[in-house]
């Protein structure tokens, strides 16, 4: 979905790196959220934000951060980045007014590959 | 445990036939369930919610289902396209909080 944008699509580091992956939306959604996902697990939470003084754990938060610049911008760290943090990561907004109406859905960027060698 | 299952890691059928993919959790209680595809290299889209009040939900050739006392939802294609081809991934209202993902089912429609 052209509205959530990821940076870079690519990225390959080595052990030890920290590395920033950066997820900004235009659809105006409070809510946003980081995903990894590795073949045959499906995607599973890192982290994510109901706004931007809401930061939650995901179920795999150990090894990773966030900040939560703006409503629109929703960064991921990997302050020491190690081999098995490879994976496609992707991020994803929604918006809390369609919870009322159990309507909320997923709202996702293209995707950032990223290799730690 | 918490767990969501789909039938199978891969499913492959002849193009006209019906696709029938299955989604099944543990441990949850869903006030909806949603259904996405995936591209390879590309991000979900979603496809279809169906709410825990809702026996079925039909948008052209997709159908779903979903049946809470089985804790089961399951996902039609009808008349399968090869462009059909594509992982399919359930997702559960996880007590409104996030939502949670099955790992997903790769259909290949062979024509």
């Known amino acids: 979905d052209a509205d959530v944008t990821q940076t870079p699509r690519n990225r390959i580091t080595k052990t030890g790196k920290r590395i920033m992956l950066e997820c900004s939306q235009t659809?105006?959604?409070?809510?946003m959220y980081w995903y990894r996902q590795d073949p045959g697990l499906g995607l599973q939470l890192i982290y994510y934000s109901f706004d931007v003084k809401d930061i939650n754990k995901g179920e795999i938060s150990d090894g990773y951060s966030v900040s939560r610049q703006a409503q629109a911008k929703f960064s991921l760290s990997l302050e020491s980045a190690i081999p098995n943090q490879t994976a496609l990561y992707f991020c994803?907004?929604?918006?809390?007014?369609?919870?009322?109406?159990?309507?909320?859905?997923?709202?996702f960027g293209s995707g950032t590959q990223l290799s730690v060698l | 445990s918490q767990k969501i299952e789909q039938n199978s890691e891969a499913l492959n059928i002849q193009e006209g036939k019906t696709a029938t993919l299955t989604c099944n959790y543990t441990?949850?209680?869903?006030?909806?369930l949603q259904w996405y595809r995936q591209d390879p290299g590309r991000g979900p889209v979603f496809l279809l919610l169906i709410r825990e009040n809702e026996k079925e939900k039909r948008k052209e050739r997709l159908k779903v289902t979903f049946d809470t006392t089985l804790k089961q939802s399951l996902f039609h294609i009808t008349a399968s396209q090869p462009a059909d081809s594509a992982t399919y991934l359930c997702?559960?209202?996880?007590?409104?909080?996030?939502?949670?993902f099955g790992p997903g089912t790769r259909l290949s429609v062979l024509p």
């Open positions: 441990n949850y209680s869903p006030a909806y």
């Open positions: 994803a907004t929604s918006d809390p007014r369609d919870r009322g109406h159990s309507n909320e859905k997923l709202f």
């Open positions: 659809k105006g959604h409070d809510r």
């Open positions: 997702a559960l209202d996880n007590y409104g909080q996030n939502f949670v």
